[in-house]
């Protein structure tokens, strides 16, 4: 399999991770359907979601696949007075990465990231490798260092 930039960026690093490869559904590209076919904990696998907040402009939240956004939280923590997902038909022209294939590792920049602390709880979590049908594992520590991400409790059931 071609490195993605996301796999590029933790060479680098030298940090070790794993990659979980599994089939594609154009129709699912859920957290939900990824846990399902690689055999993962649905609390593991991280979605990346892209927002914009009024004051600060775009930034990125991490969060458990099953799980909803607080975006009051978000907006609070991130300085703004309200922030919501950007337009689906923004995302590759804000992060480089298509929909079901958003990592936040390698984006076209890095944005302010915030991890569910959730993340925490795991030796390793799951997040986009940076293409459809790949999920990167590798520990949450390491992400956050990579990222420069605030770990704080963003998301409810």
Do not use: H
Not at 92 to 111: A, D, F, N, Q, V
């Amino acid at each position: 399999m071609k490195k993605t930039n996301a796999m590029r960026l933790l060479d680098a690093k030298k940090y070790k991770y794993e990659i979980a490869e599994y089939p594609v559904d154009e129709d699912d590209l859920s957290a939900v359907s990824a846990a399902a076919k690689t055999g993962q904990d649905i609390r593991r696998i991280f979605k990346t979601l892209v927002l914009i907040g009024d004051k600060t402009g775009y930034l990125v939240a991490c969060i458990p696949g099953e799980r909803e956004l607080d975006l009051k939280t978000l907006a609070k923590v991130s300085g703004n007075k309200k922030v919501e997902m950007i337009p689906m038909k923004d995302l590759e022209k804000i992060t480089g990465y298509i929909r079901g294939g958003c990592s936040p590792l390698g984006m076209k920049k890095l944005y302010p990231t915030y991890i569910d602390e959730s993340s925490m709880e795991f030796p390793t979590i799951l997040i986009s490798g940076g293409k459809r049908g790949v999920q990167i594992e590798l520990e949450p520590e390491k992400l956050g260092k990579m990222l420069n991400a605030d770990v704080i409790s963003i998301s409810f059931v």
